[in-house]
């Protein structure tokens, strides 16, 4: 009987939750338990298994010199590499601090920031290691982390959503916020993945899940100002979960210059 394929989930500067979401597949877990060795997974089992990996999950970006060796260490161990998450994905909430003075941030935290060891700028895993596919959200969604897992193992590609958080709102029949409201929303500019939560609730998508192809920034930002939203709200909205994804970035550098 050949091996199973054998399953790593690793930990970077990140909140944990794309791991849980992993355990919140429940049942379907253990189903996948069936297929593949879970070799290394913390969150889980104190139980470690050396490399290589067939699959390594990497939750969370890169913030420290330390972790910044670490991650070509685990792309030499793993046939392949999936980043899950906005933090893996894009930097994360915590590359926030990327447009903001770093030593700065170290004293107001910490009453002896010498001790601390932290690059300046919180950046995404493709920023150092060659990645074979990315899992966005915050936190991921376990269906589409399911898909995907299922997909490796029967040699197919993963069938993930391309089009805008706006189609599923359509879908659901949920009145626009912008269109109905004035809330500022990057529906039109997100991937969707979430199920639009945030507008089926009256609040504007915080673009939880990156940008979707080809997103329309300029027009999107235009029109929210021209209705009356600041220049600060709009590039406040921008620079949230996935702020630092190259769409993103661009289009807030172009409101407030860093």
Not at 91 to 106: K, P, Y
Not at 120 to 128: V, Y
Not at 217 to 244: A, C, D, K, M, P
Request: aromatic share 6%; with cysteine.
């Amino acid at each position: 009987m050949a091996e199973k394929p054998r399953l790593a989930v690793l930990k970077f500067a990140s909140c944990d939750g794309c791991q849980l979401a992993l355990l919140d597949l429940e049942e379907r877990l253990l189903e996948l338990g069936e297929s593949v060795e879970i070799a290394f997974f913390l969150e889980a089992s104190s139980r470690i298994e050396p490399g290589p990996y067939d699959v390594a999950l990497v939750e969370g970006s890169i913030t420290t010199p330390h972790d910044k060796e670490r991650i070509h260490e685990v792309r030499r161990q793993s046939r392949f590499l999936i980043t899950i998450g906005a933090c893996a994905t894009a930097g994360g909430i915590q590359a926030l601090r990327n447009w903001a003075d770093h030593e700065e941030f170290l004293r107001a935290v910490y009453a002896q920031p010498q001790y601390i060891a932290a690059l300046e700028k919180s950046t995404p895993i493709s920023d150092h290691v060659r990645v074979d596919f990315e899992l966005r959200g915050c936190p991921i969604n376990p269906s589409q982390l399911y898909e995907i897992l299922r997909s490796l193992l029967h040699g197919r590609r993963p069938r993930t959503p391309a089009h805008s958080v706006c189609l599923d709102c359509k879908r659901r029949g949920t009145v626009c916020v912008t269109v109905a409201r004035g809330i500022p929303c990057l529906g039109p500019v997100t991937q969707a993945g979430c199920g639009a939560i945030c507008p089926t609730y009256d609040r504007g998508c915080y673009g939880c899940y990156g940008p979707a192809a080809q997103p329309n920034l300029v027009s999107l930002t235009s029109h929210l100002i021209s209705t009356g939203v600041s220049q600060q709200e709009v590039v406040r909205t921008l620079r949230g979960f996935n702020g630092y994804s190259p769409e993103f970035r661009a289009e807030s550098d172009r409101l407030a210059p860093p």
